[in-house]
Nanobody, 123 residues
Framework: QVQLVESGGGLVQAGGSLRLSCAAS????????MAWFRQAPGKQRDIVAA????????VYADSVKGRFTISRDNANNMVYLQMNSLKPEDTAVYSC????????????????WGQGTQVTVSS
């Protein structure tokens, strides 16, 4: 069992930066692959970035490559999403998720979810 709690969202101007954090509880956290998803109003939930259980592999959506960085700290049960050069189209609720299989981009392939944190980018 893994419980996830996101933080770090907020309102930022275009071109700005935010760092999202996902705190995990559970002794098996380090065995899970982790991902960040986002969902804008009226749109489907899409994967933003994912990282393997060891941190040795990462995948990014084309729309965020070169701007976002996913990382994890297994010693402290944390996952991060550093978001730079933010655009209004990045506005969404961002959620972290844990899953056993790699690489999966569908929300249904992830077993555990946080409640999400709102990111709003103004133009």
């Amino acid at each position: 069992q893994v419980q996830l709690v996101e933080s770090g969202g907020g309102l930022v101007q275009a071109g700005g930066s935010l760092r999202l954090s996902c705190a995990a509880s559970g002794r098996t956290f380090s065995t899970y692959n982790m991902a960040w998803f986002r969902q804008a109003p009226g749109k489907q939930r899409d994967i933003v970035a994912a990282i393997t259980w060891s941190g040795g592999g990462t995948v990014y959506a084309d729309s965020v490559k070169g701007r976002f960085t996913i990382s994890r700290d297994n010693a402290n049960n944390m996952v991060y999403l550093q978001m730079n050069s933010l655009k209004p189209e990045d506005t969404a609720v961002y959620s972290c998720a844990a899953g056993n299989r790699w690489f999966r981009s569908r929300p249904d392939d992830y077993e555990y979810w946080g409640q999400g944190t709102q990111v709003t980018v103004s133009s």
